[in-house]
């Protein structure tokens, strides 16, 4: 299969309550360091597991420049940022790339993180 072709496709769908503003909601999620420790149920283990073992924003695209998480103005700016994330399943960490389509006082921020095109 050429790259970037996939054989598989997933869409998640969901609603949840927010109480704040578009921009206050992309910066929950520019908060990257406050993703670490999320748990899961494991159903094949039946225990909780600690799914993201580490997650930190990234200055560059190098596992060495970690740095404070996202700003607003830096969420707002129109380039993807990148992040790095480890969870229990992957035998290394992954770069990934945040984009925020859209963060502004009345309008819902919207963010996806994709993997970027290096893993580290």
Do not use: H, N
Not at 55 to 83: C, H, I, Q, V, W
Request: hydrophobic share 35%.
């Amino acid at each position: 299969m050429p790259p970037g072709d996939f054989s598989i496709v997933t869409a998640i769908s969901g609603e949840f309550a927010f109480d704040g503003t578009g921009e206050d909601f992309a910066l929950r999620i520019g908060a990257v360091s406050a993703f670490k420790g999320i748990r899961y149920w494991s159903a094949s283990d039946g225990c909780w597991q600690t799914f993201i073992t580490d997650s930190t924003t990234l200055s560059a695209p190098d596992p060495e420049a970690r740095r404070p998480d996202f700003t607003l103005d830096e969420l707002k700016s129109g380039k993807d940022p990148d992040f790095l994330r480890a969870d229990d399943r992957s035998s290394r960490p992954v770069l990934y790339r945040m984009r925020v389509s859209e963060a502004g006082p009345d309008r819902p921020g919207t963010a996806g993180g994709a993997p970027a095109p290096d893993r580290l």
